[in-house]
């Protein structure tokens, strides 16, 4: 038989083959914002609201506002119909994105068999006694039908008005349970829609931000410090600002609204993606908090110093290097950074934490810092946590990975309980202290029983803690434990938090020694985000 020469062979080299890039078009935001109607009842906030969101895009996201702002008079009905099939149809390309922004009246038409939702114009008449004036309001249905065929690739509608989340319809359900992360959400077109309230709830005009509304004002500051990026990967989507508004707005004191997001016509399951990584200033901060509530420490240390570097002495660079102090045991620098907070008497909003929080940690760190400068030890005591949607069916979690460390991660809204043992031959005595996700910290109540908190834990002896539920949004926390072989005055007295900021009470050098420290991290979490793939 003959030889064959390989080279008679077909050979078939393996070729990689590299998805083709997205092509980026532009980002733009159009706003519409009415508070002096023609005929209906004045607002206060949405003028603010509709110009504040623009402006938070432009300088913080790198969006551009191609078209004038409809504000007021120029809100017509004629004049928002005409913006969509007139000028963003021409204006737009296939790549683009675009946020459009609507704050006015919202109005609801209740049929026999169904709800129609509708945004009030600023020259629609008021109803008569025995009429409505439909044909002045703005279908939403039809009106998003509309936007929904304009040429861009990601369009994302934002109402907060009365009544909006009847723009949904049944999307809101449909859409979050089919919800999907894919690596090229981008690539696909999207149409999501995000409302301010449910269909039959009214919307807060005004809210903790001066100027804006509660759903407005959350929204902002979403962005402005990157809360919205629930998942910490510097970049946010649409769904996932849905996710944060909902959580957020619903959980927020004095709250009768819950916000609402889904899909509308035309939309194939992609995702608006914002970038939180460009080079400024705003991204960079941002990118630091949403670092350090995603357990990324050595980032976060990173891009605060990056931020130290750029604007050593702004309110939003000496708040991350508070933060960072803080987790350093640095509590002399963290006392100079409070005292030029609380100096500066800063505007609401401008960082995480209030003025009147920045005064109740000036009080505290005299006292404190040496307690909590108490580095992680053995820990005596074991400690077991428990949580679940009851209080009657509680089951014990182990830590996740969470960054660079590990942590518990809670559903929203559930109970949470620690089980502590007491496994050594003397009483210890426990306390805690919580640290939320903006760096206030306080001293808590641990245990229920009156005999525990005066006489200890008892040698062999379990013991449930005092049931606690957290509330807020996704970040990390922090509960730290205390044990000591001696009951302590300092973590008993006083009883209000206010009185305890005003006291000067110390613990002595020669007890401070005998603490040992236990640092329990845990976050919330959202089954939504849980399903990823």
């Known amino acids: 038989m003959s030889e064959i020469s390989t080279s008679e062979f077909r050979t078939l080299n393996p070729v990689k083959v590299e998805p083709e890039p997205v092509k980026q078009g532009r980002s733009l935001v159009v706003v519409i914002g009415i508070n002096t109607y023609a005929h209906w009842r004045t607002l206060n906030n949405a003028v603010q609201d509709a110009l504040g969101l623009q402006q938070a895009l432009i300088d913080k996201l790198g969006f551009t506002a191609p078209i004038a702002p409809l504000i007021d008079a120029a809100a017509t009905q004629e004049a928002i119909e005409a913006l969509i099939e007139e000028q963003l149809h021409e204006l737009l390309k296939e790549d683009d994105s675009l946020v459009l922004f609507f704050a006015g009246h919202g109005h609801t038409r209740i049929a026999q068999d169904s709800e129609v939702g509708y945004i009030i114009p600023v020259d629609a008449r008021m109803p008569d006694e025995d009429r409505e004036h439909w044909s002045d309001y703005i279908r939403l249905n039809h009106w998003l039908e509309e936007v929904a065929e304009l040429p861009a690739r ?195 909003s401008l960082i995480p934490l209030s003025n009147n929080d920045l005064s109740k940690i000036q ?40 960054g660079e460390s590990q942590a518990y991660l809670i559903e929203p809204k559930s109970f949470c309980q620690l089980s502590l043992n007491n496994p050594t031959s003397a009483p210890l005595h426990i306390y805690m202290v919580g640290f939320d996700e903006t760096g206030r910290f306080q001293l808590e109540t641990l245990w229920e029983d009156e005999e525990i908190i005066f006489n200890g834990l008892m040698p062999g002896e379990t013991k449930r803690s005092f049931l606690f539920a957290p509330q807020g949004k996704p970040g990390l926390r922090e509960i730290r434990l205390f044990s000591s072989p001696k009951r302590l005055r300092f973590f008993l007295f006083p009883a209000s938090s206010d009185a305890y900021g005003a006291q000067i009470d110390t613990i002595s050098a020669e007890d401070l020694q005998q603490i040992e420290m236990k640092v329990i991290r845990y976050s919330l979490t959202n089954s939504l985000l849980s399903e990823k793939v």
């Not at 820990?379 to 969470?402: C, D, N, R, W």
């Open 154 to 348: 990601h369009i994302l509608v934002i109402l907060d008005a009365c009544h909006s989340g009847v723009a949904l319809g049944s999307a809101a359900n449909i859409y979050r349970s089919a919800e999907r992360f894919r690596a090229d959400i981008s690539r696909d077109r999207s149409r999501k829609v995000i409302t301010s309230a449910k269909q039959d709830q009214l919307a807060l005009d005004g809210g903790p931000v001066p100027g804006h509304s509660l759903f407005t004002g959350t929204l902002i500051n979403g962005f402005n410090w990157g809360e919205s990026d629930i998942d910490g990967n510097g970049f946010i989507t649409s769904s996932e600002l849905g996710l944060y508004l909902q959580q957020k707005v619903g959980q927020a004191s004095g709250s009768t609204q819950t916000p609402e997001f889904g899909a509308f016509h035309r939309d194939e399951q992609g995702e608006m993606v914002i970038s939180l990584r460009n080079q400024s200033f705003d991204t960079l901060k941002a990118r630091a908090l949403s670092a350090l509530q995603t357990g990324q420490f050595t980032l976060f240390k990173e891009l605060t110093e990056q931020a130290i570097a750029l604007k050593l002495t702004s309110a939003e660079t000496l708040y991350l290097e508070y933060r960072l102090r803080f987790r350093e045991g640095n509590f002399q620098r963290v006392t100079e950074i409070i005292d030029i907070l609380v100096r500066a008497d800063l505007q609401e």
């Open 363 to 402: 009080l505290r760190l005299p006292c404190w810092a040496p307690v909590l400068s108490i580095p992680e030890g053995e820990f005596l005591a074991e400690v077991t946590v428990m949580t679940g949607s009851t209080k009657e069916q509680l089951l014990v979690i182990a830590p996740q990975p969470f």
